[in-house]
Nanobody, 119 residues
Framework: QVQLVESGGGLVQAGGSLRLSCATS????????MGWYRRAPGKERELVAR???????TYADSVKGRFTISRDNPRNPMYLQMGSLRADDTGVYYC?????????????WGQGTQVTVSS
């Protein structure tokens, strides 16, 4: 079992920055990839950024060049550094872990953290 706890959300003005953290606990070496997803008001949850255990990263087109996902080793938190924030970055941000256990893949979610960007 893996547990995830997000922190770092809040209210920020457009153009500002925030850093989200996702702390992991439990069977952390079962994690194959981690990511940040967000649900904007009235919209479906979408992938923001993803990082594999090998360090490969993927970003949504809307955040490329503005956000950076990082995780330097399995024992440390995963981070999402967000810059040049815009009003449409507002939403609940969820940490996700893709795990492999007994030959099966599982997804684990954090509780979410609210990010509000005022224009």
């Amino acid at each position: 079992q893996v547990q995830l706890v997000e922190s770092g959300g809040g209210l920020v003005q457009a153009g500002g920055s925030l850093r989200l953290s996702c702390a992991t606990s439990g069977v952390i070496f079962s994690i194959r990839a981690m990511g940040w997803y967000r649900r904007a008001p009235g919209k479906e949850r979408e992938l923001v950024a993803r990082i594999t255990s090998g360090g490969s990263t993927t970003y949504a087109d809307s955040v490329k060049g503005r956000f950076t996902i990082s995780r330097d080793n399995p024992r440390n938190p995963m981070y999402l550094q967000m810059g040049s924030l815009r009003a449409d970055d507002t939403g609940v941000y969820y940490c996700n872990a893709e795990t492999l256990s007994s030959g099966s893949n599982f997804r684990v979610w954090g509780q979410g953290t609210q990010v509000t960007v005022s224009s």
